[in-house]
């Protein structure tokens, strides 16, 4: 079993839909998360970031954390084509961490 | 936000031969930089951990005498992939951490990624 699963996609949404993507781990060491958008052929970008559970809200982004599930989401309100990316999930035991465990990311497309 | 430049973006090479990519944190110190290969549609694979004026920590299952490290300044990194083989075509990613502690979020700053296609 990966420490960290989610689906790959694709996952096609119309311009405006609100966009859930989601990521479970199993490692309860885990205290922070955080989403990244990649773009084709780009480095990641941090997107998110929240320390253990709860959420928190940035934009049209919210993300989300319950530890209790092992299960953290990223919600895209009023998506947009600009969105189209792909969104990895990553965790780590530490805020100094070295070593983040990535997802293996969602494919999203936005189409207008 | 901080800025990480890796050069080349793209490198075709010939199976034998060895290439350099160049990893540069251009606006801030960074005494650790880290290692990623990204093969298509799967997740991003931490290689190893550069630390400025020491060996690299490599992770596990990676070959260290293959992959090459170098650290040698607070703003440069540098990794070799020695007598590469078509296996070794993927999708090199660094990131780095600023000194001063500026990712106290735990944001690692990440390069625009090295595309290698060994022939």
């Known amino acids: 079993q990966k420490e960290v699963e989610q689906d790959p996609g694709p996952l096609s949404v119309p311009e405006g839909a609100i966009v859930s993507l989601n990521c479970t781990y199993s490692n309860s060491a885990f205290q922070y998360f955080m989403w990244y958008r990649q773009y084709s052929r780009k480095g990641p970008e941090l997107l998110m970031y929240?320390?253990?559970?709860g959420n928190k809200e940035d934009g049209r982004f919210t993300a989300q954390v319950d530890k209790s599930s092992k299960y953290i989401s990223l919600f895209i309100r009023d998506s947009q084509p600009s969105d189209s990316a792909t969104y990895l999930c990553?965790?780590?035991?530490?805020?100094?961490?070295?070593?983040?465990?990535f997802g293996t990311g969602t494919r999203l497309q936005v189409f207008p | 936000g901080a800025v990480v430049s890796q050069h080349p973006s793209w490198v075709i090479c010939k199976s034998g031969t060895s290439v350099k990519i160049e990893c540069r944190s251009l606006?801030?110190?960074?005494?650790?930089m880290f290692w990623y290969r990204q093969f298509p549609k799967q997740s991003l694979m931490l290689m190893a951990t550069s630390n400025e004026g020491s060996k690299a920590t490599y992770e596990q299952g990676v070959e260290k005498d293959k992959f090459l490290i170098n650290h040698a300044s607070l703003t440069l990194s540098t990794l070799t992939v020695t007598s590469a083989h078509p296996e070794d075509s993927s999708f090199y990613i660094c990131s780095a951490r600023d000194r001063s502690g500026r990712a106290s979020t735990g944001e690692l700053f990440f390069g625009e990624g090295s595309r290698l296609t060994v022939l």
């Open positions: 929240t320390y253990s559970s």
């Open positions: 606006d801030f110190q960074a005494t650790t």
């Open positions: 990553a965790m780590g035991r530490s805020y100094n961490t070295d070593k983040l465990i």
